[in-house]
């Protein structure tokens, strides 16, 4: 079973009772006229000390030391969990960037055929003022598309007989499909266009 955020949380209770009970062991040693982990327990005589409780002193060493390890292999659970959950984050982010990539070609293999490319755009001109943009790949230019197109010609006699009316024009730019109403007529520059 995977895991998760609320199993690794419950690891992190756990720890920080065993830390809770290790602190309290201390405490009781400290409270023993500040014997720690290592002082001896005899006098200079080699007799057990009897300024301070033996049997505690030893059961909260034990405690301690069985506290140490069960602390230490938790610490070890709670890293490989975590190690587990990230990688199921990374796996799962790669996997969406990957669905993401997949979206994407598939709508560029939807695409249609450009047959043109927009390499000049004349400022205030009829092109400029519809939004056709430089770089804009022609797929329909009112009735010329990739299956009629032959040569510039085409575009230029759909432009002649369109002059004053609307043309839909279809480009594809920055990998969408984009219309635009384009109506060729005269203006300052060459041309119906620009």
Not at 79 to 105: I, P, Y
Not at 138 to 159: C, D, K, M, P, W
Request: glycine share 8%; hydrophobic share 35%.
């Amino acid at each position: 079973r995977p895991v998760t955020v609320s199993d690794v949380q419950q690891l992190v209770r756990r720890k920080d009772e065993i830390e809770a009970q290790i602190k309290a062991c201390y405490e009781l040693l400290e409270g023993q006229k500040g014997v720690g982990m290592h002082e001896p327990l005899v006098d200079s005589e080699g007799f057990p000390r009897s300024d301070i409780d033996l049997y505690q002193v030893r059961t909260a060493r034990h405690n301690i030391i069985c506290l140490q390890n069960d602390h230490k292999a938790l610490m070890k659970q709670v890293e490989e969990a975590l190690h587990k959950l990230h990688a199921r984050e990374k796996e799962k982010h790669a996997r969406d960037e990957a669905e993401a990539l997949a979206e994407a070609m598939s709508q560029n293999q939807r695409l249609p055929q450009a047959f043109a490319r927009v390499n000049a755009v004349t400022p205030g001109s009829p092109a400029s003022v519809s939004g056709l943009q430089v770089d804009d790949e022609i797929v329909e230019f009112g009735s010329v598309n990739v299956n009629n197109f032959q040569n510039l010609q085409n575009i230029a006699t759909v432009v002649q007989h369109s002059e004053g009316r609307p043309l839909s024009v279809t480009v594809i730019r920055g990998g969408r499909r984009v219309h635009v109403g384009l109506t060729p007529k005269r203006w300052a520059g060459k041309g119906l266009l620009g």
